[in-house]
């Protein structure tokens, strides 16, 4: 394979500096102005690669090298260019980066793809803006209708019109569903997120499965008041009632059962934010999953049932709501096949293993065959600013992407 591994590395260090916060961290919010010239920064690569764009309703992009038979349905494969805030530079870029630098390896060797190959750039496949991840591939697969995605609001109120309006998208939501089997076949380069390659000092995974996300958001009204004043039996501090839930998330993640239970309180806001003020506001977003559903939802169910005692006891009001509580998805076992054959023909090391991130394969899955191709992370690092892959074994990740594209696309 004719990978060109500088110039790769060089275009991944390029869009890493188009951040709404400073190197080393990579911060990039669904159609924030870095957002947006990241969108640029891309679809211009794609361009110079002579590939077709296309965007849709909401940002989602689709640059397509066309194959001689234009009745069959295109390979497809990407992944996503926003970053969560104090990111690095790697998850989700080497993807998509990745994947136009496999395509122009093949380009290069001669390969003249029966089926199209289309490279797709999902929109927000980070939760950051609207708390739910995988916008752009939830839309495309149906699994999040157009209905409810109209509700989501971010921080400042903002819903997904607004934003699609930043993006001059104005056509309907409802035209961003794709048909089933529109795609042959999907396959996502990723990098781990995870310790286990470099662990074993093996270069690619090969996903089987994805585990299965859940993400409940919580409003909390207590009742605020001067720090000094307000006597402690007489208090309704939304802070504290916050700080109970999120050690009843831990508690339901680490009583399931199941080692591969997480939860997460990620997010945790509260108002007035102020020292000498009690607390009268909190807002949490909680992240639960595992790589199987009994264990997840049972745990889900504790807190659920958890959060409210809490708030009842401190005299605070808790609305809790469910934003999104997905199965997990099962990668497609042929594809799976495929790509241990081309690692073994090609004497690269390489497992089997479950994606813990998820990920657009995640809903991929619902609509097409799909896997994806893991490669190492030093320390498993990933959503920091430190997150790093050698160029080295980016390259083993993206030749056996391009080797993949090209038996698929034959
Ligand atoms: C994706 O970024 C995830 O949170 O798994
Ligand atoms: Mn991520
Ligand atoms: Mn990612």
Known sequence: M??????????IDELSLISE??????????????????????????REAGLLLREDAVGNIFARWEGSDKSAAP????????????AGKYDGVVGVLGAIEAIRSLQKTGVKPKRSIELIIFTAEEPTRFGIGCLGSRLMSGVLSPQKASTLRDREGKDLDFWRAQG???EPVESVRLAQNCYSTFVELHIEQGPILERESIDIGIVEKIAAPSTLQVQLTGVGGHAGAVLMPERHDALLAGAEIALAVEAAAKTSGSPDTVGTTGVFRIEPGAVNSVPCRAWLEIDLRDTQLSTR???LQKIEEAAPEICERR??????????????????ANL????????KDAGVSHKRMISRAYHDSLFMAQICPTTMIFIPCRGGVSHRPDEYSSPEQIEKGVAVLAAMLAQLAE
Not at 2 to 11: H, T, W, Y
Not at 317 to 332: F, Q
Not at 336 to 343: A, G, L
Request: net charge negative; hydrophobic share 40%; charged share 25%.
């Open 297 to 299: 939802d049972a745990a």
């Open 75 to 86: 390979v497809a494969t990407g992944s996503h260019i926003d970053a969560i805030p104090n």
């Open 336 to 343: 799976v096949q495929m790509i241990s054959t081309i690692c």
């Open 2 to 11: 004719n990978i060109d591994i500088k110039r790769l590395q060089l275009e």
């Open 315 to 332: 005299g605070v009001k808790i609305e809790m709501n469910r934003l999104n509580v997905d199965p997990p998805a099962i990668c497609d």
């Open 168 to 170: 001059h998208k104005n």
């Open 21 to 46: 916060n400073p190197p080393p961290v990579v911060t990039r919010v669904l159609f924030s102005e870095a957002d947006l010239r990241a969108r640029d920064f891309v679809k211009n690569l794609c």
